[in-house]
């Protein structure tokens, strides 16, 4: 229901946080989508006007329901262009449009190429579902090490790719030991119940330190 801190004092903490007058209105889109509106006020009249226009904003959301449904089936298949659907993680196809708009930017950054070694012995020694439950386990290792800020992808096969602005040239090799021994630890599980685990090998460089071209880092 609408929410209005002139009727219920301090119900949205959040919005409490800002200010002591608010309003809040929630709209329920489709099956898929629920937002909340919320109007952070000056005092209890800028309140009251809120509830007064209450009818015109909920003519304003039924007229734009479809444009939003729209933007946001959109942007449902852009992730999904974008995704790798075996990791999770960036595709190849995100990587191409990052590294167009990177090599504009110029911005440094450090990247990290990263292989399972020996990996075509997983295929045939457990089959290629195992092979790709190896790959979902490095994915994994790799999402818990990195940083919210650093971009992983699958670049392809069970080879990944990392670009990371925070880490510094120089802290390059201790990140990639990190990641590496934490794979090296990760436990991997076979259709007949056995155990067991893999290593990777990591190659690291700096842009535009090592070289001007983002293909050749």
């Known amino acids: 229901q609408n929410v209005f801190s002139t009727q219920f004092k301090d119900i949205s903490p959040s919005c409490s946080a800002i200010s002591e007058f608010y309003a809040c209105l929630p709209y329920k889109i489709d099956d898929n989508m629920d937002f909340l509106i919320h109007f952070i006020c000056k005092d209890e009249?800028?309140?009251?006007?809120i509830k007064n226009l209450v009818p015109q904003i909920n003519n304003f959301i039924d007229a734009v329901r479809p444009e939003i449904v729209n933007k946001n089936l959109n942007e449902v298949l852009k992730k999904s262009s974008i995704t790798d659907q075996l990791t999770g993680l960036n595709n190849r196809t995100y990587l191409d449009e990052f590294i167009s708009k990177a090599q504009i930017q110029k911005l440094p950054f450090v990247v990290f190429m990263i292989d399972i070694d020996l990996f075509k012995s997983v295929n045939d020694t457990y089959g290629h579902d195992v092979g790709d439950r190896a790959i979902r386990v490095l994915s994994q290792t790799i999402k818990e090490t990195i940083s919210e800020k650093d971009l992983a992808f699958r670049y392809g096969g069970e080879e990944f790719?990392?670009?990371?602005?925070?880490?510094?040239?120089?802290?390059m090799f201790e990140y990639a030991e990190k990641l590496r021994i934490n794979f090296q630890r990760a436990v991997i599980e076979a259709n007949s119940g056995k155990k067991f685990k893999k290593t990777i090998s990591i190659g690291c460089s700096a842009f535009p330190q090592d070289s001007s071209s983002i293909l050749t880092c």
Do not use: L
Request: charge should be negative.
């Open 45 to 49: 009249q800028a309140v009251e006007n």
């Open 161 to 171: 790719v990392i670009i990371s602005y925070e880490c510094k040239p120089e802290n």
